[in-house]
């Protein structure tokens, strides 16, 4: 874990993403993006209340994030998300050219950075996306298990 001294302020902003996510009845993800040291898009998971299956935190963060700077590049960005972003998730972090991607645990069923797929290293890319893991992965870790604890 290579994390600077902004990644513990700005995964606590994606932990309360994720917080307001789970008080939503979604699963409790959140997202941030930061440009220049500063927040410029935050989002928790939308996909029931949206009944979108691609309102996934880190989608709609990046959405906001394009809008705001008026372009779909967001070149110098940093997306801070509090789980493994999925195939997706990962793909639309390609496509937005995002320069580093910071995330706090490691998603064993559906991660597509290095758990079940490593799809920003694929050789073919002609964008590279620096990663740091495992920043608060043990608060995203915990609140998922609670949101899933009492779902079951």
């Known amino acids: 874990m290579n994390e600077n001294s902004n990644d513990l302020e700005f995964m606590k ?3 309360d993403e994720a917080r307001a996510a789970g008080n939503r009845g979604e699963v409790p993800i959140g997202a941030v993006v930061v440009l220049d040291a500063v927040i410029i898009s935050r989002a928790g998971n939308r996909t029931i209340g949206d009944c979108d299956p691609t ?3 880190e989608v709609i963060a990046l959405r906001d994030a394009a809008h705001k700077i008026g372009n779909h590049r967001l070149l110098g960005t940093t997306l801070y998300v509090t ?3 999925c195939a997706m998730c990962a793909g639309a972090t390609i496509q937005a050219r995002v ?3 910071v995330y706090g645990a ?3 069923k559906a991660g597509a950075v290095r ?5 920003l290293e694929h050789e073919k890319l002609n964008h590279r996306v620096d990663v740091t893991s495992g920043v608060l992965a043990e608060q995203s870790v915990e609140l998922l298990r609670a949101f ?3 779902r079951r």
């Open 99 to 101: 320069a580093r991607l």
């Open 115 to 119: 758990s079940c797929f490593s799809i």
């Open 106 to 108: 490691d998603d064993a």
């Open 83 to 85: 789980i493994e972003p």
């Open 13 to 15: 902003a994606a932990l």
């Open 55 to 57: 309102a996934h935190a």
């Open 148 to 150: 899933f604890e009492v």
